[in-house]
């Protein structure tokens, strides 16, 4: 994927394979009045360090953000982090030796899975479906584990509108996940940088206002929701843990940046990223209507994609058999790209499957980039066909 975002800073390539928010869609007189605030009245403070766990004024900017989903969190128990990456991170520090197993979500964001096999932990998937995690096969994987003599350390999650997949887990089954991982003592990461930018459906309690036992770790961004430029996450997690996770964070980075958090607060406190998110979701629902227009007339018969009701991302299924990686190098020759699927698996699922992207581009280029798209996996197809592959 590393290789991939390279090539797609091309100019001429239209990227369907970035989690790219629109950034440019940020009011550039907010981002002037804020930072000569800043230079103004803080800048001593946003030049000097910063406590490890971030500003209490944060913290208490994050109590309100996390509100807006109706969770309620106690500010002592807030972490600012360096990007909700950074949250990840810290929480498998403290968690995880080598061989260590972890459930994570089929398919899962790869940037979680990387963490995961950076520290040698041992992922096994759970199966999902277009109501995100599937119940049962989460106590089928659990009693699996249990014959091994194995216990699972945590499930990594993102409920809402997943990377990769846009599925957001029902309402039904967040409150079984969270029974079950209750009874069997596992820890639930839920990853919820996308819960916000919901622009269709009924808003969700999070895992984290459903647990009553102080079992879930919530990991949060302002990358979706500001910018990922700012480089500002956080983390919220029952008190025992957190303890645990402020010595990790001292000893990565100290702190995270006193300027990009004096920029959140102001941001969130003077009121305007309510009325920018909005128009974020206004912004993300034409574009993610323009993609899914476009892959219905430009995919072929048999292909199927996720209906996303917020978030960035559509995951497309494609008939045949088509190996989604024997697309991409065409399809970067005709200047369009899209992650492969399998990126998002450990054990070679998701050969089938890619992730597109609809958040970055306007619906213009949308259209164009499923349209070449389109073009690719029918040649693919006449090419199978013309050698007698069904």
Request: proline share 5%; hydrophobic share 40%; charged share 25%.
């Amino acid at each position: 994927m590393r290789d991939l975002m390279s090539l797609t800073a091309r100019p001429e390539v239209i990227s369907l394979a970035g989690g790219l928010p629109a950034t440019d869609k940020f009011p550039r007189e907010v981002f002037e009045r804020i930072n000569a605030c800043i230079a103004s009245n803080g800048c001593a403070a946003a030049l000097q360090y910063a406590p490890t766990e971030g500003f209490d004024t944060v913290k208490q900017d994050i109590v309100t953000v996390m509100s807006e989903e109706g969770s309620r969190a106690d500010p002592d128990h807030i972490m600012v982090t360096t990007g909700g990456q950074q949250a990840i991170d810290l929480v498998t520090k403290t968690f995880i030796d080598p061989g260590d197993v972890i459930l994570a979500e089929s398919p899962a964001y790869p940037g979680a899975l990387t963490t995961f096999m950076t520290y040698q932990a041992r992922v096994v998937h759970v199966p999902t479906d277009d109501c995100g995690i599937v119940p049962d096969r989460l106590e089928r994987v659990l009693s699996e584990l249990k014959t091994e003599g194995r216990r699972p350390k945590l499930l990594y999650v993102v409920p809402n509108f997943s990377n990769p997949s846009g599925v957001t887990v029902s309402l039904e089954r967040r409150k079984v996940i969270v029974d079950i991982a209750a009874r069997e003592r596992l820890l639930i990461v839920e990853d919820n940088p996308y819960g916000l930018l919901r622009f269709e459906g009924e808003l969700l309690p999070t895992l984290f206002s459903l647990d009553t036992v102080e079992n879930v770790v919530y990991l949060g961004s302002f990358s979706k929701i500001v910018s990922p430029g700012i480089r500002t996450g956080w983390l919220a997690a029952p008190s025992a843990i957190y303890q645990k996770i402020v010595l990790g964070k001292q000893a990565v980075d100290l702190c995270s940046s006193s300027l990009t958090q004096m920029f959140v607060h102001e941001f969130v406190h003077s009121g305007d990223w309510k009325e920018y998110v909005a128009d974020l979701r206004a912004t993300y629902a034409a574009r993610r209507d323009a993609m899914l227009e476009a892959l219905a007339e430009e995919l072929p018969q048999g292909s199927t994609w996720t209906r996303p009701e917020g978030g960035f991302f559509v995951w497309v299924t494609l008939p045949h058999g088509i190996h989604t990686g024997d697309l991409l190098v065409k399809a970067i020759e005709r200047n369009v790209a899209f992650v492969r699927g399998d990126a998002f698996f450990v054990d070679g699922q998701g050969t089938a499957s890619m992730r597109l992207n609809f958040s970055y581009n306007d619906e213009e280029r949308i259209r164009e980039g499923v349209r070449r798209l389109g073009e690719v996996i029918r040649e693919h197809l006449e090419l199978r066909r013309s050698l007698g592959f069904s």
